[in-house]
């Protein structure tokens, strides 16, 4: 009897081994099994009730809070082989008006945001359709408001269109390849401010605005492609690295009527940026932000557009740095405008008269507004995102202009975030947290939810059927008495009494966060993989991290890598510690600022670490761009401690563990460079470790399986350095434990 029982145990054992699904790679990284819906991209419409969408070639016109299509507005079918149309539609844009559509095809991408394009012009009122330049594909192709002409770039300079007699007018001619720019940002513009049209058409579209770049004396990076031919091609773009030549930059307006350009007088421009330009609700007013080179005094000026004339509108200077952001409204009434500031020690939003002087802060706290969504003038309702319960979650709140009769719009605990209509009457609410995949709603200005658009109803299925374990949070204090927040996932079948390899991730750059109550994306399904093979996975925010106030978030400034690399080494301590973790095991992974950060712990955490993964790492400050390095290390110097004390490529020496390095080859941002000049440092100190290079990959390290390929040495990078050597409890090898 016993023996059956026993034989029994055995079978139902088995069966319910059997019946729980492993994750694989090739599910992850291959078939897309795990992969979430997203909602369609679709445009409001001015009116802030209706939406298009493209589908199937066509324009659709749609109801937001019934999703019911009231209209096809375009075919895009109709239109192929029409002013050389081939059909290929990249996007789409409405005018002002909504009366004519800019249509984009044949995208090319150049770098992370810039790209080029076929640019045709719809009129819906006399159905006809204008190629803008059909010998070329152009960029930055924007209709002017009231519709009649588009702006463009076309190898540096910048043009105009009449989309009603189809002529073309050149606003600028000196445009040079790798020297003069007109009207488009440089490399590091892009890259670290976040913009790439550098042209803004006046509210009365008599005036253009534009920034002129001259990068004649800015460096130059040539990177190789090797694409199969007898030699590899090489592409050389400037580049500025820390404490070298940056653009010159200047600010022009250019009259339409007159064919007169005005130069915006304002002050020494040497080493000095040009982040954001825009116009004020006045045709002839311009507003110009200015900084200098540390980034921590801002200006903004108010020019004449006809004159060219200015004054100082809003001066703010930051003992750290100031960062940049989209969140200036100049208001309706011509004499206000919206602020958002850390000057309070907390980012919040604030009331300004156009004399730069201040009215009233409209919200205040110790947390920090995370973004700021737009106003409904008429009624005075601002709309912004919060972390006020807690920096791991956000809320949408609404407020009006006077600061008063706050409502929160979310109830559900996570991560919301939220998208809002012209007139902010509707907008879509993105919800998830760290176990629940996205859900998409439609909500009201009061955030009641009208309808579903996506609830991912297949991941939680998928999450039962292959028994991911729940992420759990945890904070613990350290040694300097700072509260550090994480998150954990452990084995499937845990026991607290066997000792389990740990893997940690991180990223840790300034003012991001990875330890927060929302999904954590495609990396989730791979934790959850790592843990059934026996992993304690973790994941802590050091200091730097943000939503925690200016102080927490700028207190690396300066020294870059020093703090962060302490916490990290900390909280592998504080999770060696744990009773079910082996001290002995310990990983960590990170990819970008998170490969520098892993590097640094492997080097400087020598006797904490046993293996890290860098992916696409820093490796010393020097080899990188200007804007951002400069802006939260000065130049090195100013700041020679700051740079040799924390750039892993002069501690290769004190590699104990295993290393794996990996990089992009065509990386434009993080140079292959970085990862070539560590591994020389390595060689120099006779230190063994792993590499892999991707031909041609750039940043990202994607497309054709490139992504599986990655994950696949990491993954057995893990299970033979990491997972290997260590005993649990009982006395058996962790290894085969699932």
């Not at 770039?153 to 002529?167: P, Q």
């Not at 921590?296 to 020019?303: F, I």
């Amino acid at each position: 009897m016993k023996i059956l029982l026993a034989l029994f145990s055995i079978l139902m054992m088995t069966t319910i081994v059997q019946s729980q699904q492993s994750i694989t790679l090739e599910e992850i990284w291959k078939d897309g099994k795990f992969q979430t819906k997203g909602v369609p991209g679709f445009k409001f419409l001015k009116d802030g009730k209706h939406y298009t969408r493209l589908e199937d070639e066509r324009i659709n016109k749609y109801d937001i809070t019934t999703g019911k299509q009231v209209d096809m507005l375009l075919d895009i079918t109709t239109l192929k082989g029409k002013s050389g149309f081939n059909g290929n539609l990249s996007s789409y844009e409405f005018s002002k008006n909504e009366k004519k559509l800019l249509l984009r095809s044949d995208r090319k991408s150049i770098y992370r945001r810039s790209s080029e394009e076929y640019v045709h012009v719809y009129d819906f009122v006399t159905g006809s359709l204008r190629s803008v330049y059909e010998e070329d594909k152009i960029m930055n192709a924007t209709l002017s408001p009231d519709a009649s002409m588009v702006a463009y770039v076309w190898k540096n300079d910048l043009y105009y269109f009449d989309t009603n007699n189809g002529t073309t007018l050149p606003i600028t001619s000196d445009g040079s390849k790798n020297a003069i720019i007109n009207g488009s940002t440089d490399w590091v513009y892009e890259e670290e401010f976040s913009i790439v049209k550098a042209f803004w058409w006046s509210p009365d579209s008599r005036k253009i605005a534009y920034i002129r770049f001259d990068e004649s004396d800015v460096k130059e990076f040539t990177m190789t492609h090797h694409e199969g031919g007898l030699y590899p091609r090489y592409e050389t773009f400037k580049y500025p690295k820390v404490g070298q030549e940056n653009s010159k930059v200047s600010v022009h307006m250019y009259n339409l009527k007159s064919e007169k350009i005005i130069d915006a007088e304002i002050g020494n421009l040497d080493d000095m940026y040009i982040p954001r330009v825009k116009w004020t609700q006045d045709p002839n007013t311009l507003c110009v932000f200015k900084m200098n080179r540390h980034q921590n005094h801002l200006q903004l000026y108010a020019v004449d557009a006809l004159s060219g004339n200015s004054e100082i509108m809003l001066d703010e200077k930051n003992k750290f740095y100031i960062d940049i952001t989209n969140n200036l409204t100049f208001l309706k009434n011509g004499r206000e405008f919206i602020w958002t500031s850390e000057k309070s020690g907390f980012n919040h939003i604030y009331l300004y008269n156009m004399k730069g002087e201040e009215l009233r802060a409209i919200t205040s706290g110790e947390y920090d507004v995370t973004n700021f969504y737009g106003i409904n003038e008429e009624r005075g309702e601002i709309f912004y995102q919060a972390a006020e319960l807690s920096p791991m979650q956000r809320e949408i709140y609404r407020v009006n202009l006077s600061g008063k009769r706050k409502k929160n719009l979310s109830k559900q605990v996570g991560v919301n975030s939220g998208r809002f209509s012209s007139t902010m009457d509707y907008h879509t609410m993105t919800y998830s947290s760290i176990n629940t995949a996205p859900v998409y709603t439609v909500r009201d200005r009061n955030g009641k939810k009208l309808r579903i658009l996506e609830e991912n109803k297949q991941i939680a299925p998928l999450q039962t059927e292959n028994e991911v374990q729940s992420m759990e949070f945890f904070s613990f204090n350290t040694s300097e008495n700072v509260q550090l927040n994480g998150w954990m996932i452990k084995p499937p079948n845990f026991n607290e009494n066997n000792k389990y390899p740990v893997f940690m991730y991180l990223y840790g750059g300034p003012g991001s966060q990875q330890v927060m109550d929302s999904w954590r994306g495609t990396n989730y399904w791979w934790f959850q993989m790592l843990a059934q093979q026996g992993y304690v996975v973790a994941c802590v925010d050091n200091r730097g991290t943000g939503a925690r106030g200016e102080e927490f978030k700028k207190s690396t400034y300066l020294q870059l890598g020093h703090k962060e690399t302490i916490d990290q080494i900390e909280a592998a301590k504080y999770l060696g510690k744990l009773n079910f973790t082996d001290p002995s095991r310990i990983g960590i992974f990170g990819w970008s600022y998170g490969g520098y950060m892993s590097s640094l712990c492997l080097l400087k955490g020598n006797d904490v670490f046993k293996a890290a993964i860098a992916v696409a790492p820093v490796t010393s400050w020097r080899w990188y761009d200007s804007i951002y390095t400069e802006r939260y290390m000065r130049t090195e110097e100013e700041n020679q401690k700051g740079y040799a004390e924390n750039s892993p490529v002069y501690f290769a020496d004190r590699l104990k563990g295993n290393y794996l390095l990996v990089h992009g080859s065509t990386d434009d941002n993080v140079h292959f460079q970085n990862s070539m000049e560590m591994a020389g440092a390595l060689i120099k100190a006779n230190k063994q470790y792993d590499t892999y290079s991707y031909p041609g990959r750039n940043h990202g390290i994607f497309g054709d399986n490139a992504r599986l390929h990655l994950y696949t040495k990491m993954t057995s990078f893990l299970n033979e350095k990491l997972k290997k050597g260590g005993r649990d409890n009982d006395g058996s090898s962790s290894i085969n434990r699932p």
